[in-house]
């Protein structure tokens, strides 16, 4: 596999050559097959549809891919943006009132907050 490809995009890659070949093989003996009574037209046909539909399903695969890694992104911004608000108005809060339940909330969960905050960079 090249570098960037992922395993979709090999088989595609494989796919593709696979047909074409096919496709080389159909095309050169195909007064010979039709002879035979082979359908050379109707195969054509099919494998050029199958490939179509292939790479249609791997674009839409791709497109499902970043749509997925788009939201991953958009949580974790959300996620930061919380935990930011949420310090903004907690730590004054817990240093001003450090017994108040609240602030004894925030200071057992703050570290376990700031671990599932994608960090600075």
Not at 58 to 69: C, D, M, S
Not at 88 to 102: I, K, T
């Amino acid at each position: 596999m090249k570098p960037g490809m992922s395993e979709s995009d090999d088989e595609l890659e494989i796919f593709r050559r696979d047909v074409a070949e096919l496709l080389g093989i159909l095309n050169d003996d195909s007064a010979k097959l039709r002879a035979k009574g082979f359908d050379v037209d109707g195969a054509v046909a099919d494998l050029e549809g199958k490939l179509a539909d292939l790479e249609k399903a791997r674009a839409e695969e791709e497109e499902a891919l970043e749509n997925y890694l788009q939201a991953c992104a958009d949580l974790a911004d959300t996620r930061t943006t919380c935990f930011r608000v949420l310090c903004a108005v907690m730590d004054p809060f817990a240093e001003e009132n450090p017994f108040h339940p609240l602030a004894e909330d925030w200071q057992e969960w703050r570290p376990i907050l700031i671990q599932q905050v994608p960090k600075d960079e």
